[in-house]
């Protein structure tokens, strides 16, 4: 069964087609004309120097002649984003390049389009010389079988390429989509266009035979008169309409696919600024056609409406598993406009009805005489499958006996040592174990969730960790802990429930179980039901792990708050909602529960409280305490440190004691996480918030807000991490304890005594902080530190470098931090 992923973005598609891995064979490359035979169109292939080193055409390139072209067949639809060219150098015998160039594209190899880019240009810059490679994206990328490369330079001269095409195959199968075309708003005194602009078809009033921005793999931001795409007029991104101009109060649009399909469902990316005048679709109605007559029993589905928050979302269409190869929809106003910027749809491959395909098409004939060999690849795959299978389960099995070996070996072991006399051992642990005793405190968390992958590939690329790894993997110790959401995602609390310990001759054994925790949040007494009519939207502070997290404010919280010391203004309270996303499955769903009920179980001065939760009806939310001054990071960095000896007035200058009272704040609440075995794993000052009289709370939605994006890092296109925070142990393997949450500390008072001025290790890219890191773990005094903050005194300094300790068990715990920066502020 094969399934069509909705892309991301393009920007994750960028895998090389084959002109260089050699997956594109040779009679798949053809060309205008070639010079001789040693430069025919095979050897236009990017890097190689097969032939005499390039494709290059029979006649010289002029200013005006676009007819010498190099041409790749795909043999199926793929998006392509990025293209490759080089010249010919071919050992010094030849030296030409293209300057500039032209890419040519056909779906069904008839019809050719010219692509252009955003602003509506058709020439690539290309090579400077015969050597380098050059690689240019595509923006907008294009939906392609055949591409065609076609050379262009202004004064006459001999031109040779090789190329490669970057992209990946287009999986949704859609071929054209027709529609209306776009219109224009006039909106708050400016004009904004909001027809498809980069639409590859026939446009008058309506589009034809073509692709454009609702395949393009991005969608538009929560406010349409802005653009993800730089120096574009208003309203780019979107495709939008206006009630008045259809008089049925709806949009027709057709899609055309490449062969008969079951449809699963169909996501369109709406605008819903409804304030605007601007909502998502009221009803969707869908008819199907597998040959020349549609059917008549449509599919009908309508949204769920939405008028407490304004963000653009992707509304899920269920299409019932109808087989078509294409789709008729009609999308009914909900208000005065509608607006898309996406369109993508989920099918399994369709069992196909002979009758149903064309007789013209010859990639759907059947050779009598080729059954019999048909059948025996068939079985022959059969077999091979059956024996991978087979492998697969034997190595499953072996792997099991081989685990329940090694336990038994430990459990052994583990029993020995503890029998033998104290003295002995001692004895024994102090001359045998000094050299892996710093590999072996860490408790090992393996990360659930399936975005987290691997975050040891980063050390791998460290010659030395070849040499240790398997040495790591034998001193970590056996602990499991659980972990709240998947990591790399967003920030949330890892919780690890200690049932058993032992303790022999001064070291510690844990033995830590996972928590089965109820998920019915709304009979707890301190998780009552808030009504969701009472949440005014203010602000969307950003994307969480589960949806959005919005700024709101609550009217008449103080009920629910009746445990809630000091005085309760009647006044609506802001408080920050964090929903669900609609199309969250259920392992979603049970994770947003479980994490509901982990938060409601804190309860400290200096944590962020969860107030009340909205579950008896979708889209599910947790309503958490906002601070009235915003997070830290951002009220730092309005402030300058006061002079020593001047008396406090003004209200944009903070002072030194100020700063070590909010630092032992947060040590105080990390001291209260750490009690209960909770590993926070995204401490920050972009995850603290600030209330009246620096009043300080940890919060861990930092991530979810947009500002921070620059703060987090990703790996290999999947997990994304805050570096700049984390422990080398972390970033390199996948260990989060309290000692990491320690480092992060650390760095968070950095933070605090520069007052956010600039990032941790601002010099540094992402790249080189992941080589500081393997500094770290090789231990040779050539990691670098971050430097001491002009006020900061040398003993809170070597409060820092203790936190950054190589060793997590020479790291001080949250009680020591604490007590000592109480010391510190007395």
């Not at 196909?352 to 059948?375: A, E, F, G, M």
């Not at 499991?480 to 967003?490: D, T």
């Not at 773990?777 to 936190?803: A, G």
Request: with cysteine.
């Amino acid at each position: 069964m094969l399934t069509v992923v909705l892309l991301n973005t393009f920007s994750v598609c960028r895998y090389p087609l084959g002109m260089t891995g050699g997956q594109i064979q040779d009679e798949d490359i053809s060309a205008s004309s070639q010079w001789s035979e040693s430069t025919a169109a095979r050897y236009g292939r990017l890097d190689f120097d097969d032939g005499d080193g390039a494709w290059c055409p029979d006649v010289m390139a002029e200013p005006n002649n676009l007819k010498e072209f190099l041409q790749i067949d795909l043999h199926t639809l793929h998006f392509v984003t990025l293209v490759g060219t080089q010249g010919r150098h071919a050992d010094g015998v030849g030296n030409e390049f293209a300057q500039r160039y032209k890419v040519k594209y056909s779906r069904d190899g008839t019809r050719w389009v010219s692509w252009r880019d955003r602003q509506g240009r058709q020439i690539i810059e290309g090579n400077s010389n015969a050597y380098d490679v050059v690689l240019k994206d595509l923006e907008p990328p294009i939906i392609a079988r055949f591409v065609r490369f076609m050379p262009v330079t202004d004064p006459s001269m001999i031109v040779c390429m090789r190329v490669e095409l970057y992209g990946c195959e287009w999986l949704d199968g859609l071929v054209t989509y027709s529609a209306p075309a776009g219109q224009q708003m006039s909106f708050r005194g400016q004009q904004i266009y909001l027809n498809d602009t980069v639409y590859d078809g026939a446009i008058s009033y309506s589009m034809t035979e073509g692709l454009g921005q609702l395949t393009d793999g991005s969608w538009g931001l929560d406010d349409f008169t802005k653009s993800q795409v730089y120096g574009v007029w208003p309203g780019y991104d979107y495709v939008g309409w206006i009630n008045s101009s259809f008089p049925g109060g709806s949009v027709e649009m057709t899609f055309e696919f490449d062969r008969v399909r079951n449809f699963t469902s169909m996501k369109v990316h709406c605008n819903n600024m409804y304030t605007w005048g601007v909502k998502m679709f009221r009803q969707a109605v869908c008819y199907f056609r597998t040959d020349s007559d549609w059917e008549p029993n449509p599919v009908v589905f309508k949204p769920k409406a939405d008028n407490i928050s304004p963000s653009a979302r992707f509304v899920t269409v269920a299409l019932g598993n109808r087989m078509a190869s294409a789709i008729r929809c009609r999308f009914a106003f909900n208000d005065i406009w509608m607006m898309f910027s996406e369109i993508a749809f989920q099918s399994d491959t369709a069992v196909y009805n002979t009758s149903l395909v064309p007789r013209d098409d010859p990639s759907h004939k059947i050779d009598d005489s080729s059954t019999r060999i048909l059948i025996g690849c068939l079985v022959a795959i059969i077999v091979i499958l059956l024996a991978i299978i087979i492998i697969i389960l034997w190595r499953q099995v072996w792997q099991k006996m081989i685990e329940k070996a090694s336990q038994r070996m430990l459990d052994d072991e583990l029993t020995t040592c503890l029998s033998v006399q104290r003295e002995a051992f001692t004895h024994r642990h102090s001359s045998l174990s000094s050299d892996v005793e710093s590999n072996s405190t860490y408790e090992r968390i393996f990360p659930m969730g399936s975005d987290y992958q691997e975050p040891s590939l980063l050390l791998r690329k460290l010659p030395e960790f070849q040499a240790t790894e398997n040495l790591v993997g034998l001193v970590t110790r056996r602990s499991r802990v659980r972990v709240s959401g998947p990591a790399g995602i967003a920030p949330h609390y890892a919780e690890a429930d200690i049932v058993s310990q032992q303790e022999a001759t001064g070291a510690h054994s844990y033995r830590v179980t996972v928590v089965n925790m109820p998920l019915s949040p709304g009979r707890d007494g301190a998780l009552e039901e808030f009504p969701r009519e009472r949440l005014t939207f203010k602000e969307k502070l950003g994307e969480g792990q589960f949806g959005e997290v919005h700024l709101c404010e609550a009217e008449g919280m103080q009920e629910f708050m009746k445990d809630h010391c000091g005085d309760i203004s009647d006044e609506p309270m802001l408080v920050a909602v964090k929903t669900l996303r609609e199309d969250a499955n259920k392992n979603a769903r049970n994770d947003f529960l479980k994490e509901i009920r982990i938060i409601s179980r804190l309860r400290d001065p200096n944590i962020i409280r969860l107030l009340a939760v909205c579950v008896e009806s979708d889209p599910l939310c947790m309503i958490t305490e906002y601070m009235e001054n915003g997070d830290l990071n951002q009220f730092l960095s309005r402030h300058e440190l006061q002079e020593e000896g001047v008396l406090a007035g003004n209200s944009s200058t903070i002072s030194y004691r100020i700063l070590i009272r909010m630092a032992s704040q947060i040590s105080s609440g990390m001291k209260y996480l750490s009690s209960l075995h909770f590993v926070h794993r995204d401490l920050a000052t972009r995850n603290c918030l600030v209330g009246t009289n620096n009043t300080i709370k940890i919060a861990d939605f930092g991530m979810s807000r947009n500002l921070y994006r620059g703060d987090y890092y990703r790996i290999q296109g999947r997990a994304v991490l805050p570096i700049r925070w984390m422990s080398w142990e972390s970033i390199l393997l996948g260990k989060f304890t309290m000692a990491s949450d320690v480092w992060a500390f650390g760095v968070t008072l950095w933070e605090i005594l520069t007052l956010c001025k600039e990032q941790p290790y601002a010099q540094f890219t992402d790249e080189q902080v992941i080589e500081n890191t393997g500094e770290f773990f090789r231990d040779q005094n050539k990691q670098v530190y971050l430097p001491k903050p002009h006020c900061c005194p040398d003993s809170v300094y070597s409060l820092m470098l203790s936190c950054w300790k190589r060793n997590a068990k020479e790291r001080p715990t949250f009680l020591e931090i604490h007590s000592t920066l109480m010391e510190y502020h007395d």
